[in-house]
């Protein structure tokens, strides 16, 4: 069913938009958008700036809208101010959510230090596709190319790419995933930052992408460090998609990643064997079930010893009394890591 885009959310859009092109957006413009070289229309949407709730609020009022009917809703992030407006379209091209790019980000306090918070959105997350999704599948595209952050999008898009996509996040939402399968999405390369929150959004992508039966490669573009539009503005497109030409298996990259993971373990050989039985659990049918013996269970073999897996196997396939399991096998080890 097509969603009906709200007023007051259209009504934002234009307020944002003019606002990027006018005097409150000179910041932005001589910014980020300078920066990462952006242009203030990126196909098949216009950015936007957004200043204050407060400034919002006053201009949706000029626009004849009623106090209730704005506060209903939800464009008003009071705890948003002087940030980037990315439009978020829903499977029909209408504007169902704002991304909304802090200029300077909050610094919050986690276990492993200060965390810079730059985005926001106004949206219901679950119910939005990733950005880019429907204008990749408009132009024929079975395989889809994920990027993390939203100017890593915005700049693959500005440059030619028309099989890109983003979540706007580290992770990718299990709704997200269902919808990929259901609209003709067959594979996804993950081309997530260089750091630990991109790797840590990489493999739980890698669960949810194997879970709804899509296939998984993982794509690590550019030197250490150095984000997606960073190389596409020192290289140009062509270097990206060469990086996409030696992306590696996800079920390989996962298998590593759950030996890395057992290492800190009571007993690692015990704990890797325990870990890939619940993914493997998550196999929705037996042809994803038999994609594990090419690149998967090899190297867990090689660690633990099949006799170890096999016994792990039937112990999880107990434990799940034949259903699915549904909590992430690596996020309970990657909690508050480094």
């Not at 276990?111 to 880019?132: C, S, T």
């Not at 290492?263 to 704990?271: I, S």
């Amino acid at each position: 069913m097509k969603h009906v885009i709200s007023p007051v959310l259209e009504a934002t859009v234009s307020i944002c938009a003019g606002a990027l092109t006018g005097s409150a957006g000179q910041a932005t413009r001589a910014g980020v958008l300078a920066q990462k070289h952006l242009k203030p229309s990126v196909s098949p949407f216009r950015l936007g700036y957004f200043h204050s709730a407060n400034g919002l609020q006053s201009a949706l009022r000029d626009a004849g809208f009623a106090e209730l009917e704005i506060r209903k809703s939800g464009v008003l992030r009071r705890d948003v101010e002087d940030a980037l407006v990315i439009p978020w379209t829903d499977g029909y091209g209408s504007v169902q959510g704002l991304v909304l790019r802090r200029n300077h980000p909050i610094v919050t306090q986690t276990p492993n230090g200060p965390a810079d918070i730059r985005y926001a959105l106004i949206g219901d997350r679950d119910q939005l596709p990733l950005q880019g999704v429907t204008e990749a599948r408009a132009a024929g595209h079975d395989t889809l190319v994920v990027v993390e952050g939203s100017t890593d999008y915005l700049a693959l898009r500005q440059a030619g790419a028309t099989d890109v996509a983003t979540p706007h996040t580290c992770f990718i939402r299990p709704p997200q995933h269902l919808h990929l399968r259901s609209i003709g999405i067959r594979k996804l390369v993950l081309c997530f930052d260089p750091d630990f929150a991109g790797w840590r959004g990489m493999l739980s992508a890698t669960e949810g992408a194997f879970a709804a039966g899509l296939e998984v490669s993982v794509a690590r573009p550019g030197k250490e460090g150095e984000d997606v539009d960073e190389l596409v503005l020192r290289k140009g497109l062509s270097a990206f998609r060469q990086s996409l030409a030696t992306a590696e298996d996800g079920l390989s990259v996962y298998a590593d990643a759950v030996i890395a993971a057992a290492a800190e373990t009571p007993d690692p050989k015990l704990g890797a064997a325990d870990l890939a039985a619940r993914f493997a659990i998550l196999a929705p049918h037996p042809d994803a079930a038999a994609n594990l013996d090419a690149c998967f269970w090899p190297k867990i073999d090689a660690f633990s010893g099949i006799r170890l897996r096999q016994a792990a196997m039937d112990r999880i396939a107990e434990e799940s009394a034949g259903r699915r399991l549904q909590i992430s096998p690596i996020g309970s080890l990657l909690k508050n890591r480094k």
